[in-house]
């Protein structure tokens, strides 16, 4: 994610410009529903074994996952720890979902000389329903900590504790959370990758926006991003633009929050204008709200790591998250 994600970390009045946040066929387990270009997920890939039964999101579980990630390192798209975070987003997500969906995609850096293999992946829960609601993340990492005071810093990669792994972990656990207690909605969980490739936006939400450009039978009714929604400190505003063209679906949000005792980690008010991934689903007539902690010291920076996030911040969004979709008929 940027905040102009390429503008600094100081605070700055609104309206204004929006902050940038930093990110840019399908296949299936299900033969019949596969687009041209698609792949299937191989049979043999090795899947988790199911947890315990439960129907609360656990915010230890959560930040388990968040865990687990982070010690894979840095996940910039082209690294063997990028492919190794896509294997455990499906070996987790597989057991807990109806269909798992695969939309692999290339991107061309002509500055960098390099063509990005990419992989969106998309977990759905209840099929057949009429209505499709979508929860969406990225689960890659900032190739570049730009944020860092340090000319050498800055070139190295972010572990994404907080930008990725987060929303990833809570979507991860959501799955679990349907999969015990089915929602009456089709559920949409979707983790694009190639967000934070940057440097500049013309580089960024690559995942968002070829998601949105060919969502083919996935479209959703409404889309709610989860980005950098971790923070020891989780204080999650309504995001500018999201409350300008969807207040609605915020008040859906901060509504739950309040009845459910978060309204201290979801203050009901508006601050930050990003631009991030829902910005493409906006553009492509899909109505989406952008949920993020942007007041986060270690954003983009070397100091992006697990400590700086907690259980139960992600309890509060996953139950909040869980709360929206079982409130769905």
């Known amino acids: 994610m940027s905040r102009s994600k390429t503008a600094s970390r100081a605070s700055r009045p609104l309206p204004g410009p929006p902050l940038t946040k930093g990110r840019v066929g399908w296949g299936l387990l299900l033969p019949l529903l596969l687009l041209p270009g698609c792949r299937t997920r191989s049979q043999n890939a090795p899947a988790a074994p199911p947890p315990a039964a439960r129907s609360a999101f656990s915010g230890d579980v959560a930040y388990g996952m968040l865990q687990a990630q982070c010690e894979l390192g840095p996940r910039p798209p082209q690294s063997p720890a990028h492919e190794r975070c896509k294997a455990l987003i499906l070996r987790n997500l597989k057991p807990y979902v109806d269909v798992t969906v695969t939309q692999p995609f290339t991107f061309r850096d002509d500055a960098r000389h390099v063509t990005l293999a990419l992989t969106n992946i998309l977990g759905i829960i209840n099929p057949q329903a009429k209505r499709k609601v979508m929860l969406f993340t990225h689960w890659d990492t900032r190739p570049t900590a730009d944020q860092e005071l340090d000319a050498a810093d800055k070139k190295k990669p972010?572990?994404?504790?907080?930008?990725?792994?987060?929303?990833?972990?809570v979507l991860l656990e959501l799955a679990h959370v349907f999969h015990q207690k089915r929602p009456d909605v089709c559920v949409e969980l979707l983790f694009v990758d190639g967000e934070d490739w940057g440097p500049g936006e013309d580089k960024m939400y690559l995942g968002a926006i070829?998601?949105?450009?060919?969502?083919?039978?996935?479209?959703?009714?409404?889309?709610?991003?989860?980005?950098?929604?971790?923070?020891?400190?989780?204080?999650?505003?309504?995001?500018?633009?999201?409350?300008?063209?969807?207040?609605?679906?915020n008040d859906r949000v901060w509504n739950a929050a309040a009845a459910l005792g978060y309204g201290a980690q979801f203050p009901n008010d508006t601050k930050w204008q990003i631009s991030d991934d829902h910005d493409s689903f906006n553009r492509a007539g899909i109505p989406a709200i952008d949920l993020i902690d942007f007041d986060y010291p270690y954003w983009h920076t070397?100091?992006?790591?697990?400590?700086?996030?907690?259980p139960q911040s992600l309890k509060a969004v996953g139950d909040v998250m869980a709360q929206v979709v079982y409130d769905e008929r």
């Open 302 to 310: 070397l100091q992006d790591t697990a400590d700086k996030c907690s």
């Open 210 to 249: 070829h998601f949105a450009q060919n969502p083919g039978p996935y479209r959703p009714e409404y889309a709610i991003l989860l980005d950098m929604i971790g923070d020891k400190d989780l204080d999650i505003h309504r995001e500018v633009t999201s409350q300008g063209l969807h207040p609605e679906l």
């Open 158 to 169: 972010i572990v994404g504790a907080d930008d990725g792994a987060s929303g990833t972990a």
